[in-house]
């Protein structure tokens, strides 16, 4: 078990101690949320009541999310307007598009639904489920190229999102779209585009609501076709190759100066 799990399960455990030890006169005055980064910090002044009490789970905890999917050849994250890890998802659903006999031209995946980074070296289930903990499955549709260049507005505005290597975009700092081609060609408004995405953003989510314009959706609901399964077959298959995964940041969107 990596450290960082330990630490998660550390807290939740001291989070049960402390509710179990709580006396049911307590009502709740208010409600708060933050976002608690959990890092190496973490591990500076371990918890040895914590630990112990996890002791017991960690050899299930392991054997499940301790298997080793692949290899990356560098640490990726996720950000805007665009990054190695939100190149690489949206390049993973043009890579099984073929397993479902389809060939889209271009893919997207929503940075915002991807929860972790990777760090370089051995890639674990458990990291795959740290960057893909939900169950969002892969999708495609078409769009008429009006729409699509609706759907590129709407990415514009929200400063990009994960796109595909046949994308290039310019937005501006306020967020509109100042061009964008697919394969170095210009979109046709009157064309239709096949493109491969995830079902959530299909339902025209995150700002997205050209998706609901969409035609021909296939969208298999069998837990086969989640992202997460996805990912770790992609990883595997680099694995028998003997490749190590990659990815770049290489001017799919670009922010106009």
Request: aromatic share 8%; charged share 25%; proline share 3%.
């Amino acid at each position: 078990m990596s450290m960082k799990k330990t630490t998660i399960l550390a807290v939740i455990a001291t989070l049960l101690m402390t509710m179990t030890a709580c006396r049911h006169h307590y009502e709740v005055a208010s409600v708060e949320r933050s976002r608690i980064l959990i890092d190496s910090r973490w591990d500076a002044q371990p918890d040895a009541q914590a630990a112990q009490f996890l002791t017991p789970y960690k050899h299930d905890v392991d054997s499940v999310l301790g298997p080793i999917v692949g290899h990356v050849a560098r640490s990726m994250k996720a950000d805007r307007p665009e990054s190695e890890l939100s190149n690489l998802l949206p390049d993973i659903l043009m890579w099984a598009a073929q397993f479902y006999d389809e060939e889209p031209v271009f893919a997207i995946y929503n940075t915002g639904g991807i929860r972790a980074d990777l760090t370089r070296g051995a890639v674990t289930y458990g990291d795959v489920l740290d960057i893909a903990p939900f169950e969002n499955k892969i999708a495609f549709m078409t769009l008429k190229g009006s729409d699509l260049l609706e759907l590129f507005q709407q990415i514009a505005a929200r400063g990009g999102e994960g796109v595909s290597s046949a994308v290039r975009m310019v937005i501006t700092k306020d967020g509109k779209l100042v061009s964008v081609t697919l394969n170095g060609e210009e979109i046709d408004a009157d064309n239709d585009y096949r493109l491969a995405t995830i079902d959530y953003l299909a339902g025209g989510t995150d700002g997205m609501t050209a998706f609901t314009k969409g035609r021909d959706l296939k969208a298999p609901q069998e837990v086969s076709n989640n992202t997460r399964f996805i990912i770790m077959d992609y990883f595997r298959a680099m694995e028998k190759e003997g490749k190590l995964v990659d990815a770049k940041i290489e001017g799919r969107i670009t922010v106009k100066e």
